[in-house]
């Protein structure tokens, strides 16, 4: 039997949107508009997703790699998250999990909180705290991707 592993990790990531708090908390809200922001992204392509967000509510999101990336094209990757609190305009908590074909590889309580800028717009903090197991993935790689995936949410908000 393989040895059994775990790493625990804290990120931290603070942006600056000059959209209005609801504009913001709305691109996590709404399915349609999240997905535009956070699944239509380099090196995977999205298969599916059910979203339900509301306390107790879930997300699953389901995607395939592609071309480029260090795991064979199409291998399966899952993200399944659960919101436990939801205060509108404000803050989003939730757990998640990610898996690579059929071995989950962390499990994450992050929030996001979105603070009226004194500037106007958004103050938004990011806070992951993770659980990384058997090596299959770090804070730096989840670090990039959640970066990647702010920049993402900033190019859609300028539309």
């Known amino acids: ?76 990757l899952t993200n399944n998250t659960y919101y436990l609190d939801i205060v509108p305009d404000k803050r989003i908590v939730f757990a998640y999990t990610m898996a690579i074909g059929s071995s989950r590889i962390s499990s994450s309580q992050a929030t996001v909180e979105l603070l009226p800028s004194s500037e106007g717009g958004t103050e938004l903090v990011f806070t992951d705290q993770v659980a990384f197991f058997e090596g299959g993935d770090t804070a730096q790689i989840r670090e990039a991707g959640w970066r990647e995936l702010l920049e993402s949410l900033a190019r859609y908000l300028e539309q």
Request: no cysteine; aromatic share 14%; hydrophobic share 35%.
């Open 1 to 76: 039997m393989a040895e059994r592993s775990v790493v625990h990790s804290t990120i931290v990531i603070q942006r600056r949107y000059s959209a209005s708090p609801q504009r913001v908390f709305n691109a996590f809200s709404d399915p349609n508009k999240m997905s535009r922001w956070f699944a239509e992204g380099k090196g995977t392509e999205l298969v599916d997703f059910g979203s339900d967000f509301r306390v107790g509510g879930n997300t699953v999101w389901h995607f395939r790699f592609t071309p480029g990336t260090p795991f064979p094209e199409g291998t399966p």
